[in-house]
């Protein structure tokens, strides 16, 4: 069968190269957009479950994170505009969804602010 392939692209070169590109595009890409998506999956999570922290490293997390997300892209390979870009999303929607969960994921996690218990004096 590859036979029968190559000696029907082998007298065409701008076959030949269209066909060898979109092998190694489907072949290498991959294992890239799994690394992008990974970074991504990441970022959501650290938002996510640092929203209410409480601690001085977890509010650190977030803003780090929080600044990542939603600041304005520098054209950075590894920014969030381009790897939403890069993946097919729109990074404005990701936003609004972000934005609009972190508080709710907070409390699913049972990261509701306490309530201390306030003692009473005996009059």
Same mark, same amino acid.
């Given at each position: 069968?590859? =036979? ?27 294992? =890239? ?32 994170? =929080? ?40 409390? =699913? ?15």
């Amino acid at each position: 069968m590859e =036979e029968k392939v190559f000696a029907t692209i082998a007298n065409d070169a701008d076959t030949q190269y269209k066909y060898f590109d979109t092998f190694r595009r489907s072949e290498y890409l991959e294992p =890239e957009r799994a690394l992008l998506l990974a970074l991504l999956e990441d970022a959501i999570h650290c938002y996510r479950k640092f929203a209410t922290a409480r601690n001085r490293a977890g509010r650190a997390q977030f803003r780090e994170t =929080e600044e990542w997300l939603m600041g304005g892209g520098d054209g950075w390979v590894f920014s969030f505009e381009s790897i939403c870009d890069l993946l097919g999303l729109d990074p404005e929607y990701v936003r609004r969804g972000l934005r609009q969960s972190a508080p709710k994921a907070a409390a =699913e996690n049972g990261d509701r602010p306490r309530h201390h218990a306030r003692h009473r004096q005996a009059a």
